[in-house]
């Protein structure tokens, strides 16, 4: 099936117009690696989360007419890739999970323990920093937002070792 500019599908991204006659498409990955979970605008280009690779998230930037621009990875994320993006400040914010591995140069990378990760990007793609959140099993970021002062992150977290405090709701009354 050919969605985009060639047959080897992944993650695809889509300009319509308000009537759903499609303007441009363009894919990037791989058909049973790559996807695309979020999109922002950020002037005239648009810059996209997904994955692409077994475990290898990636930003991917694309300009107005659809034509790629470049990609920038991040190894060892889980089977989701990145998840949503927001841009801030000349900044881009990128959430998801990072598989935390013994040996990274291991074949084997098949883990259940994930943190939950927020990358910082500039607008050229260099990798600013990396905060993880996480204890001995699975964590994963999947949203974030932001207000003029602060980021917020939604996600899951399996363990009961992290360093998040965790409130029983019967504590909250």
Wanted: aromatic letters at 10%.
């Amino acid at each position: 099936m050919e969605v985009g500019n060639h047959t080897t599908g992944g993650g695809v991204i889509v300009k319509y117009d308000f009537d759903g006659n499609k303007i441009w498409n363009n894919n990037h990955g791989g058909n049973k690696s790559g996807n695309f979970n979020d999109i922002i605008q950020v002037g005239s280009d648009f810059y996209v989360a997904g994955k692409d690779g077994m475990d290898s998230g990636n930003l991917v930037k694309f300009d107005k007419n659809g034509e790629y621009k470049w990609h920038a990875n991040f190894s060892f994320t889980d089977s989701l890739g990145l998840q949503d993006l927001i841009y801030f400040n000349d900044k881009i914010y990128v959430v998801g999970s990072k598989k935390i591995l013994e040996d990274e140069k291991k074949e084997d990378r098949t883990t259940e323990n994930t943190d939950g990760v927020i990358l910082v990007f500039d607008k050229k793609g260099k990798q600013l920093k990396e905060i993880t959140f996480g204890g001995s099993k699975l964590e994963r970021f999947t949203d974030i937002a932001r207000d003029d002062e602060f980021i917020y992150i939604t996600g899951v977290g399996d363990s009961l070792d992290s360093t998040l405090e965790v409130v029983k709701n019967e504590e909250k009354a």
